[in-house]
């Protein structure tokens, strides 16, 4: 009943309730052993002509597809959830800028490059947007320290911003005061 309850059934990824409980557990485990972490979210792009063309069917067989990309492109050590909709958040325990940018534009890469089999027999593409951000290590030297809650909040800008300059994309989110602010 646990499992299910924190599962999202259609994509077997962890569902919206429990990456609240991850990020609370990540906040008091960050106080105790600081280390970077990076989250990225991602959207399918014009899923709803996807739906629109294929129907719901059509649809879930995608958010199925998607979810199996998703945790199979990830280390154990991440922990990869259904956010709503189409859209995914991944949690990168450990990652710095740079980690989460290659997770990021690979995950876009592979996502371009597959082909779904639908159930009638036609096939679809898909892409994403994908917008991440990095927290900083309590002991790194950063101005502000910022939530969790405040870096998933810039990743979901990230996303936004990757959706207005055209989809098919990964786009970071830089920290708040920086020069490449978003």
């Keep these: 009943l646990l499992v299910m309850a924190a599962t999202d059934p259609l994509t077997k990824l962890f569902n919206r309730r ?36 294929f129907g719901h069917s059509g649809g879930d067989i995608v958010l199925a597809h998607v979810g199996r990309l998703i945790a199979g492109a990830f280390r154990l050590s991440d922990i990869a959830v259904r956010y709503g909709g189409e859209e995914f958040c991944v949690v990168l325990r450990g990652c710095n800028e740079s980690d989460a940018a290659q997770f990021a534009q690979r995950l876009v890469r592979e996502a371009r490059s597959q082909g779904v089999r639908l159930s009638d027999g036609q096939s679809t593409q898909f892409t994403l947007s994908v917008g991440y951000a990095c927290r900083p290590s309590e002991t790194e030297r950063a101005p502000h320290v910022e939530s969790l809650h405040e870096v998933i ?30």
């Design 18 to 53: 429990r990456i609240t409980e991850i990020i609370e557990y990540e906040i008091t485990r960050s106080k105790r052993e600081p280390r970077m972490m990076a989250f990225l979210i991602g959207d399918i792009d014009h899923f709803k002509s996807i739906n629109d063309t």
């Design 153 to 182: 909040a810039r990743a979901d800008q990230a996303l936004y911003r990757a959706k207005r300059e055209g989809r098919n994309q990964a786009v970071a989110a830089f920290l708040p005061g920086s020069m490449a602010s978003i």
